[in-house]
């Protein structure tokens, strides 16, 4: 019995399967390229959006002890003892918010905000570290009142 003989123009078996072999390697090669880079890209936008949270939220805890601070009847102002206070300020006939609620660190899905005190044990802000592949930031947020100085020349009538 003899073999199947090839026709003019017939291509045998042998010779294909080297060629479809290598088109499925090149194409996952390209595919995982290809994820490679989206997930550089998606890394990339994560962290850029917990940075954006981080400074939202620093930024409503500074106008939060802000309000705090303003709010504070009299003459002398001060500033909270705790963050609590923010939530829940008790120094009025009505509980006054100056903060809507406690906000997690976005770095680390804790509170655990790193205090900035006043000389006497008063909170002025937060601050927390911003940790990178190559470097760390302090990222801070401290709340400064404006300072007004009235003067009055004795030509003026100013009260005291």
């Not at 981080?54 to 709010?71: K, M, T």
Request: net charge positive; aromatic share 12%; hydrophobic share 35%.
């Amino acid at each position: 019995m003899m073999g199947h003989r090839m026709q003019p123009g017939e291509k045998s078996f042998v010779q294909q399967t080297g060629f479809t072999y290598l088109m499925l390697l090149f194409s996952l090669i390209a595919f995982g390229i290809g994820l490679g880079a989206t997930g550089l890209i998606w890394s990339t936008e994560s962290r850029l959006a917990k940075e954006r949270e981080l400074n939202f939220i620093g930024n409503a805890f500074v106008a939060a002890i802000g309000s705090y601070y303003n709010a504070t009847p009299g003459e002398v102002k001060s500033f909270p003892s705790s963050l609590d206070e923010l939530t829940e300020d008790r120094r009025f006939l009505f509980i006054k918010r100056h903060i809507r609620k406690m906000y997690a660190n976005p770095l680390t899905g804790s509170q655990d905000w790193k205090l900035i005190l006043t000389q006497d044990g008063k909170i002025q802000g937060v601050s927390t570290v911003l940790r990178r592949d190559d470097f760390e930031k302090q990222m801070t947020y401290v709340f400064t009142p404006q300072i007004t100085h009235q003067y009055c020349s004795p030509s003026m009538h100013c009260s005291q």
